[in-house]
């Protein structure tokens, strides 16, 4: 199946020229390009249409999750059609093992995995495993961290079809195999339940269920059928099952792997014998036995991905297979925000291998563990397709790598000429920015607040809400649903001032942001220098009337490169809008549906929430200000909601022992339950019927 652009929009401003340029250098087979771009001028647009040109598997690499979720719902809305997927860690939380030999301190590994982000994951393995064409991955640099062997993968898959002989016996064993479940209640994914001769299995990823009717030994009839209520929606001839989980190994692979463990063991606990060191010798033997005896019986232990390499069969040394080993050898690879994502990709190894070697070194983990790591940069590259360098700012390595192959695309559609900045001192700079979000919020518009530290970004947030703005806050240590949560209530008119840190550069599309202030804008480093204030300063490229304040004491001259080149687009814009007769006018998002990351996800995740900051105004009781809004709380289900939200913060208050903020929120509560009741009433006298 081919790639089918769905839009409402036409390529406009330098798009087309840019489009044609892109598609002309790779048909070329030039293994490099770069789109030099601005923030609002469609780079996400342009790559649509060279991908429903190409009509190629396509991976996306963005260097953060809330980006990442971003071009997934803006794909997702261009191709509806198609196989639109997002693979990002699932770890909500993650703290790795390690050893600090300084303090003699180990620490074991934590983490807390998000089930629905699995699924996702799983699905865009199922997507590239079956031989479409039409599949678009966005995925975060965890895309370079190993998985398990494609082949071994598509080994496991459990192939039905109508005919076969086949015990049900058998098919339960090759189901528990796979890692599923036998219930006898509801089908989760990934689980399975026998009735009399017929066996209901709900996929891994979720959304089909299948029932797998016998007759004897044969399967008779497969069915595929709605998860939740049992009904039958088609008859089908066969049906694959995949694996739950990405690392299935074969049984003989799994014996295998236990003979070369305890090789390897007895190797080891040698090599420290003859060093004299009893100690690591003991620890490495008791660890290790341990997990072989979990395998044995259990077919995983704690950490088995430190023994991936034998289950693998790979040989020391040889990379992991990752995501990109399960696409095809024409595929485009489109790497986001380049100047970040490159970097960020180039450290992995570096990182990984130090905290490694620390747990080798003293008897926590055999030699294989350095195995489990992520791909090394000259790995990475060996492993690339065509590739399209995105960036507002490339760096030296994109723009070498591109050659002849860099085009500029800095015109945006809507005519919006790039935001004006001022510099100003920094010494009342909480004034001005509450005078800045007065006139700002009159205006309809939201704003951004970007400070130097996560500690900062939170009380500049407390400070705002005490002052009776609606504010939230977003750093890196909310989990990822929670973040695309956050930018979906920025959308939905919840709160009017954002705070964060480094997450509110690249590329997240805040069309309604007025204004962006950058704190500490003289502070020389990786958060203020060119290339940061110029991305920051995007988030208000999108709007008509955008506008950057920096505060500082003096101008460095990151600042005033920012404010130059700033300027000189500016020049070319405003002469290319005169010389076209264009009138710039207010861009729309483009994505109008809330994310997809946030549909049918289940409960706990539907519910997510700041729970640090409210969704409303605090500390403003005037009546009017409830009637001139009530419009908005219309929705039963939106207003129980806020309720239910201004009851948790009150409660949070008080416990804070902020009795202020605490009688703030009660009253809201209290506003808001006498709105819900107006219009039960209001709803109850119309269904009355009249004499």
Known sequence: MDFKLVSDYAPMGDQPEAIEQLVAHLQRGVPAATLHGVTGSGKTFTMANVIARLNRPVLVLSHNKTLAAQLYSEFKSFFPENAVEYFVSYYDYYQPEAYIPSTDTYIEKDLAINSEIDRMRLSA?????????????VASVSCIYGIGNPADFHSTMVQLKVGDVMAMKHLMYRLVEILYTRVN???????FRLTGDTITIRSSIGNHCYRVTFFDDEIEDISLIDAESGQRLDSLDKVNIYPANLFVPSKQRVEQAVLNIEADLETQIEFFTKEGRELEAK???QRVNYDLEMIRELGYCSGIENYSRYFDGRSPGMRPFCLLDYFPEDSLFIIDESHVTVPQVRGMFG????????LVEYGFRLPAARDNRPLRFEEFESLQGQTIYVSATPAPYELMRSENSVIEQFIRPTGI????????????QIDRLMEDIDECVKRGGKMIVTTISKRMCEEVSAYLEKMGVRSRYIHSDLDTLERVQIIEDMHADLFDVLCGVNLLREGIDLPEVSQVSIFDADKNGYLRNYTAMTQVAGRAARHAKGQVVLY???CTDAMRRTVEDSNRRRERQIRYNIENGIMPRQAKRNAAQPSPLLDGIGEGVNNIVNDVQAPYSVGITDSQYVADNRAQYQEAENIDALIEQARKDMERAAKSLDFMAAARYRDRMYELQEIRKASHEAKEYLQTPKR
């Open 417 to 428: 000429i790039d935001p004006a900045l001022r510099v100003c001192d920094a010494t009342h």
């Open 351 to 358: 990182g990984d291998r130090s905290r490694k070697e620390n």
């Open 552 to 554: 500082g004491a003096v």
């Open 125 to 137: 393995t199922y997507s590239l495993l079956s031989g479409r064409r039409d599949v678009i991955v």
């Open 283 to 285: 620890r490495i033997e």
């Open 185 to 191: 209640g509801d089908l989760e994914p990934s689980t």
